[in-house]
Protein backbone atom coordinates (compact mmCIF):
# COMPACT_ATOMS: atom_id res chain seq x y z
CA UNK A 1 0.00 0.00 0.00
CA UNK A 2 1.36 3.27 -0.94
CA UNK A 3 1.99 5.61 2.08
CA UNK A 4 0.19 8.54 1.65
CA UNK A 5 -0.97 11.49 4.47
CA UNK A 6 -4.65 11.01 5.01
CA UNK A 7 -4.21 13.67 8.06
CA UNK A 8 -4.12 17.31 8.11
CA UNK A 9 -3.96 20.21 10.31
CA UNK A 10 -7.11 21.37 12.47
CA UNK A 11 -7.55 24.93 12.35
CA UNK A 12 -7.96 25.58 16.00
CA UNK A 13 -5.11 25.00 17.91
CA UNK A 14 -4.93 23.54 21.67
CA UNK A 15 -4.27 25.63 24.51
CA UNK A 16 -1.47 24.98 25.17
CA UNK A 17 -0.14 25.82 21.74
CA UNK A 18 2.34 28.88 21.28
CA UNK A 19 0.17 31.31 19.42
CA UNK A 20 1.66 32.84 16.44
CA UNK A 21 2.57 36.08 15.71
CA UNK A 22 0.70 38.43 14.23
CA UNK A 23 0.69 38.83 9.99
CA UNK A 24 3.06 40.57 8.75
CA UNK A 25 5.55 40.53 11.88
CA UNK A 26 8.48 37.97 12.73
CA UNK A 27 11.53 38.12 14.44
CA UNK A 28 14.37 38.95 12.56
CA UNK A 29 16.64 39.37 15.41
CA UNK A 30 17.44 35.87 16.59
CA UNK A 31 21.08 37.29 17.45
CA UNK A 32 21.23 34.87 20.70
CA UNK A 33 21.59 31.79 18.67
CA UNK A 34 24.86 30.48 18.34
CA UNK A 35 23.94 29.38 14.76
CA UNK A 36 23.57 33.17 13.97
CA UNK A 37 26.59 34.20 15.67
CA UNK A 38 29.10 31.81 13.69
CA UNK A 39 27.42 33.01 10.56
CA UNK A 40 27.47 36.55 11.12
CA UNK A 41 30.97 36.39 12.34
CA UNK A 42 31.62 34.47 9.20
CA UNK A 43 30.09 36.78 6.40
CA UNK A 44 31.95 39.36 8.41
CA UNK A 45 34.98 37.80 8.15
CA UNK A 46 34.25 37.00 4.26
CA UNK A 47 33.67 40.56 3.55
CA UNK A 48 37.01 41.72 5.08
CA UNK A 49 38.87 38.90 3.10
CA UNK A 50 37.93 40.63 0.01
CA UNK A 51 37.99 44.01 1.06
CA UNK A 52 41.97 43.20 2.03
CA UNK A 53 42.55 42.08 -1.33
CA UNK A 54 42.46 45.81 -2.49
CA UNK A 55 45.91 46.93 -2.10
CA UNK A 56 47.71 43.53 -1.12
CA UNK A 57 50.77 42.96 -2.93
CA UNK A 58 51.45 39.55 -1.78
CA UNK A 59 50.03 36.91 0.43
CA UNK A 60 51.57 37.63 3.87
CA UNK A 61 50.48 41.46 3.35
CA UNK A 62 46.87 40.37 2.60
CA UNK A 63 47.12 38.33 5.62
CA UNK A 64 48.44 41.00 7.81
CA UNK A 65 45.50 43.53 6.37
CA UNK A 66 43.15 41.13 7.02
CA UNK A 67 44.24 40.76 10.57
CA UNK A 68 43.95 44.56 11.21
CA UNK A 69 40.76 44.61 9.67
CA UNK A 70 39.19 41.64 11.86
CA UNK A 71 40.68 43.36 15.16
CA UNK A 72 38.59 46.23 14.66
CA UNK A 73 35.42 45.12 12.44
CA UNK A 74 35.17 41.79 14.89
CA UNK A 75 34.73 43.68 18.08
CA UNK A 76 31.97 46.07 16.47
CA UNK A 77 30.81 42.71 14.83
CA UNK A 78 29.47 41.04 18.46
CA UNK A 79 28.73 44.55 19.94
CA UNK A 80 26.01 44.61 17.50
CA UNK A 81 25.06 41.16 18.23
CA UNK A 82 24.89 42.02 21.98
CA UNK A 83 22.86 44.62 21.43
CA UNK A 84 20.56 42.60 19.00
CA UNK A 85 20.30 39.83 21.26
CA UNK A 86 19.44 42.27 24.59
CA UNK A 87 16.87 43.75 22.62
CA UNK A 88 15.41 41.06 21.04
CA UNK A 89 11.74 41.17 22.90
CA UNK A 90 11.76 44.99 21.97
CA UNK A 91 12.71 43.90 18.62
CA UNK A 92 9.76 41.26 18.12
CA UNK A 93 6.76 43.72 18.99
CA UNK A 94 8.16 45.24 15.56
CA UNK A 95 7.01 45.29 12.53
CA UNK A 96 9.72 43.39 9.90
CA UNK A 97 10.03 47.45 8.53
CA UNK A 98 10.83 48.43 11.79
CA UNK A 99 13.49 45.96 13.14
CA UNK A 100 15.03 46.63 9.48
CA UNK A 101 15.09 50.07 10.49
CA UNK A 102 16.66 49.22 13.60
CA UNK A 103 19.51 46.60 12.79
CA UNK A 104 20.70 49.14 10.06
CA UNK A 105 20.84 51.76 13.06
CA UNK A 106 22.61 49.55 15.54
CA UNK A 107 25.01 48.70 12.49
CA UNK A 108 26.01 52.43 11.89
CA UNK A 109 26.86 53.09 15.89
CA UNK A 110 28.58 49.71 15.58
CA UNK A 111 30.79 51.34 12.87
CA UNK A 112 30.98 54.89 14.73
CA UNK A 113 32.36 52.32 17.66
CA UNK A 114 34.86 50.70 15.47
CA UNK A 115 36.44 54.09 14.15
CA UNK A 116 36.18 55.37 17.97
CA UNK A 117 38.45 52.13 18.75
CA UNK A 118 41.15 53.21 15.79
CA UNK A 119 41.36 56.82 17.45
CA UNK A 120 41.89 55.19 21.21
CA UNK A 121 44.58 52.75 19.80
CA UNK A 122 46.08 55.77 17.95
CA UNK A 123 45.76 54.44 14.45
CA UNK A 124 44.29 57.55 13.05
CA UNK A 125 43.70 60.61 14.39
CA UNK A 126 41.28 61.81 11.91
CA UNK A 127 38.67 58.27 11.78
CA UNK A 128 36.44 58.31 8.73
CA UNK A 129 33.11 59.12 10.74
CA UNK A 130 30.84 58.75 7.96
CA UNK A 131 32.38 55.96 6.29
CA UNK A 132 32.58 53.46 8.98
CA UNK A 133 28.99 54.11 10.00
CA UNK A 134 27.95 53.60 6.11
CA UNK A 135 30.30 50.55 6.28
CA UNK A 136 28.48 49.07 9.33
CA UNK A 137 24.62 50.11 8.18
CA UNK A 138 25.10 48.50 4.82
CA UNK A 139 26.98 45.27 6.77
CA UNK A 140 23.91 45.47 9.10
CA UNK A 141 21.51 45.85 6.36
CA UNK A 142 23.05 42.59 4.62
CA UNK A 143 22.57 40.88 8.35
CA UNK A 144 19.40 41.69 9.09
CA UNK A 145 18.15 40.68 5.21
CA UNK A 146 19.89 36.77 5.90
CA UNK A 147 18.19 36.86 9.71
CA UNK A 148 14.34 37.81 7.85
CA UNK A 149 14.83 35.14 5.66
CA UNK A 150 15.86 32.58 8.24
CA UNK A 151 12.48 33.82 10.72
CA UNK A 152 10.54 33.52 8.02
CA UNK A 153 12.04 29.77 7.48
CA UNK A 154 11.33 29.09 11.26
CA UNK A 155 7.89 31.03 11.54
CA UNK A 156 4.88 27.91 10.94
CA UNK A 157 2.55 30.33 9.65
CA UNK A 158 5.09 31.09 6.67
CA UNK A 159 6.12 27.52 6.25
CA UNK A 160 2.77 25.51 6.30
CA UNK A 161 3.40 23.48 3.55
CA UNK A 162 7.14 22.67 4.47
CA UNK A 163 5.95 21.75 7.75
CA UNK A 164 3.29 19.94 7.03
CA UNK A 165 5.43 17.38 4.76
CA UNK A 166 8.26 16.93 7.21
CA UNK A 167 5.71 16.51 10.10
CA UNK A 168 5.53 13.27 10.97
CA UNK A 169 2.75 11.28 9.55
CA UNK A 170 0.27 8.35 11.13
CA UNK A 171 0.48 6.27 8.15
CA UNK A 172 -2.85 4.04 6.80
CA UNK A 173 -1.50 0.96 7.16
CA UNK A 174 -1.15 1.82 11.12
CA UNK A 175 -4.49 3.06 11.43
CA UNK A 176 -6.07 -0.37 9.28
CA UNK A 177 -4.08 -2.67 11.89
CA UNK A 178 -4.69 -0.72 15.26
CA UNK A 179 -8.60 -0.87 13.92
CA UNK A 180 -8.26 -4.66 13.20
CA UNK A 181 -6.36 -5.53 16.48
CA UNK A 182 -9.46 -3.44 18.44
CA UNK A 183 -11.83 -5.51 16.68
CA UNK A 184 -10.71 -8.77 17.23
CA UNK A 185 -10.33 -7.79 21.24
CA UNK A 186 -13.83 -6.32 21.43
CA UNK A 187 -15.81 -9.66 22.39
CA UNK A 188 -12.83 -11.77 24.32
CA UNK A 189 -11.00 -8.65 26.19
CA UNK A 190 -13.39 -5.58 26.01
CA UNK A 191 -11.13 -3.69 28.53
CA UNK A 192 -8.32 -3.77 26.31
CA UNK A 193 -9.35 -2.74 22.98
CA UNK A 194 -11.06 0.10 24.82
CA UNK A 195 -7.33 1.15 26.09
CA UNK A 196 -6.50 0.97 22.60
CA UNK A 197 -8.94 3.20 21.19
CA UNK A 198 -8.27 5.18 23.83
CA UNK A 199 -4.49 5.47 22.83
CA UNK A 200 -5.10 5.82 19.01
CA UNK A 201 -7.72 8.97 19.71
CA UNK A 202 -4.88 10.83 21.77
CA UNK A 203 -2.17 9.69 19.38
CA UNK A 204 -4.57 11.33 16.20
CA UNK A 205 -5.50 14.15 18.18
CA UNK A 206 -1.85 15.03 18.70
CA UNK A 207 -1.23 15.05 15.12
CA UNK A 208 -4.06 17.09 13.85
CA UNK A 209 -3.97 20.03 16.48
CA UNK A 210 -1.41 22.62 15.29
CA UNK A 211 1.00 22.39 17.99
CA UNK A 212 3.47 25.60 17.58
CA UNK A 213 6.87 25.01 16.48
CA UNK A 214 7.99 23.31 19.76
CA UNK A 215 6.75 20.85 22.40
CA UNK A 216 8.37 19.92 25.59
CA UNK A 217 10.02 16.23 25.36
CA UNK A 218 7.64 15.24 28.02
CA UNK A 219 4.45 15.45 25.77
CA UNK A 220 6.92 13.44 23.30
CA UNK A 221 7.82 10.34 25.70
CA UNK A 222 3.88 10.01 26.11
CA UNK A 223 2.67 10.12 22.08
CA UNK A 224 5.37 7.64 21.76
CA UNK A 225 3.90 5.44 24.72
CA UNK A 226 0.90 5.59 23.64
CA UNK A 227 2.29 4.49 20.23
CA UNK A 228 3.87 1.65 21.51
CA UNK A 229 1.16 0.48 23.62
CA UNK A 230 -0.89 -0.06 21.04
CA UNK A 231 2.06 -1.59 18.83
CA UNK A 232 2.20 -3.99 22.16
CA UNK A 233 -1.26 -5.16 21.49
CA UNK A 234 -0.24 -6.59 18.09
CA UNK A 235 2.98 -7.85 18.70
CA UNK A 236 2.17 -8.99 21.75
CA UNK A 237 5.59 -10.13 23.09
CA UNK A 238 7.65 -10.29 20.24
CA UNK A 239 7.82 -6.25 21.06
CA UNK A 240 9.66 -5.74 24.19
CA UNK A 241 10.03 -2.22 25.08
CA UNK A 242 12.25 -0.58 28.02
CA UNK A 243 12.43 3.15 28.81
CA UNK A 244 15.32 4.81 30.44
CA UNK A 245 14.04 8.67 31.34
CA UNK A 246 16.05 11.24 33.21
CA UNK A 247 13.23 13.52 34.71
CA UNK A 248 15.74 16.07 34.81
CA UNK A 249 15.39 16.27 30.67
CA UNK A 250 11.54 16.89 30.41
CA UNK A 251 11.37 20.08 29.52
CA UNK A 252 13.82 20.04 26.54
CA UNK A 253 11.92 21.26 23.09
CA UNK A 254 11.91 19.24 20.09
CA UNK A 255 8.96 19.97 17.11
CA UNK A 256 6.31 18.16 17.65
CA UNK A 257 5.83 14.83 16.73
CA UNK A 258 9.45 13.92 16.40
CA UNK A 259 9.89 10.70 18.49
CA UNK A 260 6.93 8.85 17.16
CA UNK A 261 8.22 7.83 13.83
CA UNK A 262 12.07 7.17 14.95
CA UNK A 263 9.85 4.56 17.32
CA UNK A 264 7.55 3.40 14.52
CA UNK A 265 10.81 2.84 13.05
CA UNK A 266 12.57 1.04 14.95
CA UNK A 267 9.39 -1.06 15.53
CA UNK A 268 8.51 -1.34 11.72
CA UNK A 269 12.51 -2.12 10.31
CA UNK A 270 13.74 -4.09 13.22
CA UNK A 271 10.84 -5.89 15.34
CA UNK A 272 8.53 -6.61 12.72
CA UNK A 273 10.50 -8.17 9.95
CA UNK A 274 11.97 -10.72 12.35
CA UNK A 275 10.42 -13.92 13.48
CA UNK A 276 11.63 -13.45 17.14
CA UNK A 277 10.72 -9.93 17.59
CA UNK A 278 12.89 -7.22 19.03
CA UNK A 279 13.86 -5.00 21.09
CA UNK A 280 13.52 -1.60 21.44
CA UNK A 281 15.17 1.22 23.69
CA UNK A 282 14.84 4.51 24.61
CA UNK A 283 17.25 6.11 26.60
CA UNK A 284 16.89 10.19 27.78
CA UNK A 285 19.76 11.61 29.99
CA UNK A 286 21.26 14.95 30.98
CA UNK A 287 25.01 15.37 29.90
CA UNK A 288 25.82 19.18 31.12
CA UNK A 289 24.01 21.32 29.74
CA UNK A 290 23.11 18.75 26.74
CA UNK A 291 19.95 16.36 26.77
CA UNK A 292 20.35 13.26 24.75
CA UNK A 293 18.18 10.94 23.63
CA UNK A 294 18.90 7.51 22.04
CA UNK A 295 16.37 5.00 20.46
CA UNK A 296 17.77 1.66 19.65
CA UNK A 297 16.20 -1.74 18.39
CA UNK A 298 17.82 -4.91 17.05
CA UNK A 299 18.06 -6.09 14.08
CA UNK A 300 16.22 -8.58 12.69
CA UNK A 301 18.01 -12.07 11.26
CA UNK A 302 19.46 -11.12 7.74
CA UNK A 303 20.39 -7.29 8.92
CA UNK A 304 21.83 -8.69 12.37
CA UNK A 305 24.06 -11.17 10.31
CA UNK A 306 25.41 -8.41 7.64
CA UNK A 307 25.55 -5.47 10.25
CA UNK A 308 23.62 -3.27 8.08
CA UNK A 309 20.44 -1.63 8.86
CA UNK A 310 17.34 -3.28 6.31
CA UNK A 311 16.63 -0.52 4.00
CA UNK A 312 13.68 1.91 5.29
CA UNK A 313 15.74 4.10 7.34
CA UNK A 314 15.72 7.05 5.19
CA UNK A 315 12.63 9.39 4.53
CA UNK A 316 11.59 9.79 8.47
CA UNK A 317 14.97 10.25 9.95
CA UNK A 318 15.93 12.72 6.41
CA UNK A 319 12.50 14.30 8.17
CA UNK A 320 13.13 14.49 11.56
CA UNK A 321 17.18 16.04 10.92
CA UNK A 322 15.78 18.67 8.95
CA UNK A 323 12.95 19.42 11.03
CA UNK A 324 15.57 19.45 14.26
CA UNK A 325 17.89 21.89 12.13
CA UNK A 326 15.00 24.18 11.68
CA UNK A 327 14.59 24.32 15.51
CA UNK A 328 18.00 24.25 17.04
CA UNK A 329 20.40 24.75 14.29
CA UNK A 330 23.75 23.85 14.68
CA UNK A 331 22.88 23.43 18.12
CA UNK A 332 20.80 20.39 17.69
CA UNK A 333 22.90 16.84 16.70
CA UNK A 334 21.54 13.98 15.16
CA UNK A 335 22.88 11.21 14.31
CA UNK A 336 21.86 7.27 12.55
CA UNK A 337 23.45 3.93 12.23
CA UNK A 338 24.18 0.52 13.14
CA UNK A 339 26.69 0.19 16.50
CA UNK A 340 27.21 -2.85 18.02
CA UNK A 341 24.79 -4.86 16.36
CA UNK A 342 22.06 -2.32 17.31
CA UNK A 343 20.29 0.09 15.12
CA UNK A 344 20.90 3.36 17.13
CA UNK A 345 19.60 7.23 17.07
CA UNK A 346 21.48 9.98 18.66
CA UNK A 347 19.38 12.89 18.87
CA UNK A 348 22.20 16.02 21.14
CA UNK A 349 20.00 19.34 22.16
CA UNK A 350 20.20 22.30 24.62
CA UNK A 351 19.16 21.57 27.92
CA UNK A 352 16.23 22.79 29.69
CA UNK A 353 16.42 26.02 31.33
CA UNK A 354 12.96 25.71 32.85
CA UNK A 355 11.95 23.02 35.78
CA UNK A 356 11.33 19.65 34.97
CA UNK A 357 7.80 20.09 32.12
CA UNK A 358 4.68 17.96 33.05
CA UNK A 359 2.89 16.42 30.34
CA UNK A 360 0.36 17.95 28.79
CA UNK A 361 -3.51 16.55 29.72
CA UNK A 362 -5.24 16.41 26.30
CA UNK A 363 -6.41 13.22 26.68
CA UNK A 364 -9.92 11.91 27.55
CA UNK A 365 -9.79 10.62 31.49
CA UNK A 366 -9.38 6.67 31.38
CA UNK A 367 -12.11 4.28 32.70
CA UNK A 368 -11.52 1.97 34.91
CA UNK A 369 -12.51 -1.76 33.66
Known amino acids: MQETQILSTLPDA ?25 RAVLFVEGVLGVGALYGADHPL ?21 VAACSLKQWLEGLRTQGQYAAG ?10 ACAMLRLIGATEHPAWVAGA ?12 ALVLRARARTPAATTARLTELQA ?38 ALVEQGE ?3 LADEIRLARRYLAIEQVRFGERLRVQWQLDPRTEGALLPPLLLQPLVE ?9 SARGGKLR ?11 IRITNTLPEQGAATGRAPRGHGIALANVRARLSLLHDVQGDFSAGVQDGLYQVRISLPAPRTPAHRPRQNASPRKKP
Open 214 to 216: AVA
Open 61 to 81: DWLARLAWLTGVALPATLAWL
Open 104 to 113: ILLGALAGLA
Open 169 to 206: RIRPHFLFNSLNSAIALVRDEPAKAESLLEDLSDLFRS
Open 282 to 292: VVTELRGSRVV
Open 14 to 38: PATARPLRPAGRALVFDACHAGVVL
Open 265 to 273: NAVKHGVEP
Open 134 to 145: ASGALLAGLLVA
